[in-house]
């Protein structure tokens, strides 16, 4: 079988990638979407090393504690260990315009007929126990998903594979039965396991394990070394990393709420902090001498909707809901206009975003015509009835984010000026993920999504998805997604995302909300932080603390 070149290839990943126009400046790409938790008060105090080339930073939200790349479900496990702990066999460089290149393999190719890749490890590559990554470990993370016992909800990333072949302990293979579109970014830079770690325990089992649950184990530039939940993980830098030992020794990502961030950042007990966009707040850090890092995101905030609700059912209801909601006075009112309207899944920083595709106006007007439409009559309560039954839902948000739970109050505003009564149902993002995810118990929800640098919506969107909790089942859904998947021409990728963007305006299965900016705030002292819309940690090795 002909094989291509590394050059060649790479070439083709930057068609595949397609990133040209995004002008995006979370992470080296989790190749998966995130549901977004939100920030929590925490009071205890973490231990910060003494030494110079200690940073801490705080991020406004607890991880879960899944340690895993296979199993992790929240973004801030990824903060705070997954993305600096793990490393794959290639990576994306922002430098290059995303362009992959080799991290733990020094080489790849893929077939002529773009169903076998083909990669090559390097010959010095340990985990942070001090064994060497091999083919076994590549192959066996990948069939670990693949499980019928598999309890993650990557699954689906791996459809297509039909064999994984080892030549030696440093050549492997990923044959295909069919082309697949998002595999060559997703093979290629899916974080490693150790197989000597985990084999013997059962796979339903894994998500106990220790060395997922408290003491991760990969061959990225951090190992964790401490771990005190809901309080902050500390990370040590890994002396063997491929890529030379990173620059900052120690590095503590702490929980802090937005509350206290200003305060700590110019005190110095944080040196970098996750921020929501606010443009006083970014004007008091840069008086303090404080360097503010603010770029547009590869996320998104939305409400779903449960699609099989008696009332919610009605497209009518559901379209009066979005044209009810000003959702540009939203981003105006919470993020001083740092961020935009979100019109359907795409983010505005993926090359598969339809830039032509207009979201649903504000327009209470119509939002009445439509309530009419379908029955729903005003009262002089000054709510809609139809048959005796109020027209009114409850929403269900997570507590602790400040600009969440101002949205949500506005949503309930805005709905009772076209007679919709909403109850509000605030809840701890834990519990609320698991009313939506697990039991599918809501009316309405507000939550977001970290997208992933491949814009393949599988995962998420597909009729059978775990994360599709809001029950979107058209018959077009499903066939355009995975149609898309099956080439790997951009232009024809680009037409049927676009198609299904649009599908998914019409059909609201969301209330599309918003996308508030990225923003980082740091020390004058903090070196080389370059922020990404697709990782802040793709460059950490690169740190450092000139202090």
Not at 1 to 12: E, H, I, P
Not at 301 to 318: A, C, E, F, T
Request: charged fraction near 30%; glycine fraction near 4%.
């Amino acid at each position: 079988m002909s094989k291509k070149s590394l050059a060649l290839l790479l070439a083709l990943t930057l068609l595949f990638v397609g990133l040209l126009a995004a002008g995006c400046a979370p992470d080296e790409v989790e190749e998966v979407e995130e549901p977004v938790d939100d920030e929590e008060e925490v009071v205890d105090e973490e231990p910060v090393d003494d030494e110079e080339s200690a940073l801490v930073m705080a991020i406004w939200s607890a991880p879960e504690g899944l340690f895993n790349p296979n199993l992790y479900e929240s973004a801030y496990d990824a903060y705070a260990a997954v993305d600096p702990c793990f490393a794959g066999m290639m990576t994306h460089d922002p430098a290059a315009e995303y362009e992959l290149v080799p991290r733990l393999a020094e080489s790849m190719e893929v077939s002529d007929d773009e169903l076998t890749f083909s990669y090559t490890l390097r010959d010095d590559i340990y985990f942070h126990d001090g064994e060497p990554v091999t083919t076994e470990d590549v192959k066996w993370t990948f069939e670990w998903m693949m499980d019928e016992d598999y309890t993650g909800v990557r699954a689906a990333n791996w459809v297509s594979i039909e064999e994984i072949e080892i030549e030696d302990e440093r050549t492997i293979h990923f044959h295909f039965e069919e082309v697949d579109a998002p595999a060559l970014i997703r093979v290629s830079t899916w974080a490693i396991s150790p197989k000597h770690v985990f084999e013997g325990t059962p796979i339903a089992e894994l998500e106990e394990h220790p060395n997922v649950t408290q003491e991760p184990i990969g061959a990225g530039p951090y190992k964790l070394t401490e771990f005190a939940e809901g309080q902050y993980t500390i990370l040590e830098a890994f002396d063997d990393y491929v890529g030379g030992k990173p620059n900052v020794d120690q590095i503590t990502v702490k929980v802090a709420s937005s509350d206290t961030q200003m305060a700590e950042l110019i005190t110095g007990s944080s040196d970098l902090a996750w921020v929501q966009p606010e443009r006083d707040e970014f004007e008091a850090y840069q008086q303090e001498g404080l360097e503010v890092v603010r770029y547009p995101a590869n996320a998104y905030q939305y409400m779903g909707i449960k699609l099989d609700h008696p009332v919610l059912s009605d497209k009518n209801v559901r379209h009066a809901l979005t044209q009810a909601i000003d959702r540009w006075e939203i981003v105006d009112a919470l993020f001083d206009g740092m961020g935009s309207v979100q019109v359907s899944h795409m983010s505005m920083v993926s090359w598969a975003y339809d830039d032509g595709l207009d979201p649903l106006p504000y327009d209470p007007d119509k939002a009445n015509e439509l309530l009419e439409e379908s029955g729903w009559e005003m009262d002089d309560d000054g709510y809609r009835y139809k048959d005796g039954e109020r027209l009114e839902f409850t929403l269900s948000y997570p507590s602790g984010n400040v600009p969440r739970e101002r949205n949500a109050e506005i949503i309930q505003d805005m709905a009772s000026d076209v007679g919709i009564a909403i109850e509000l149902d605030m809840m701890e993002f834990t519990t609320l993920s698991d009313v939506v995810f697990d039991e599918q118990d809501f009316d309405l929800y507000l939550m977001g999504w970290s997208l992933a640098l491949e814009p393949d919506p599988s995962g998420i969107w597909l009729s059978d998805d775990h994360w599709n909790a809001v029950g979107f089942d058209h018959p077009d859904n499903d066939e355009l997604i995975m149609e898309a998947r099956r080439t790997t021409d951009m232009d024809e990728r680009a037409e049927l995302y676009s198609e299904w963007q649009a599908l998914l305006v019409e059909e609201a299965p969301y209330v599309w909300l918003y996308a508030e900016d990225e923003a980082f705030v740091h020390t004058p002292d903090l070196q080389n932080f370059q922020g990404d819309a697709f990782s802040m940690w793709w460059n950490v090795e690169e740190w450092e603390l000139d202090r």
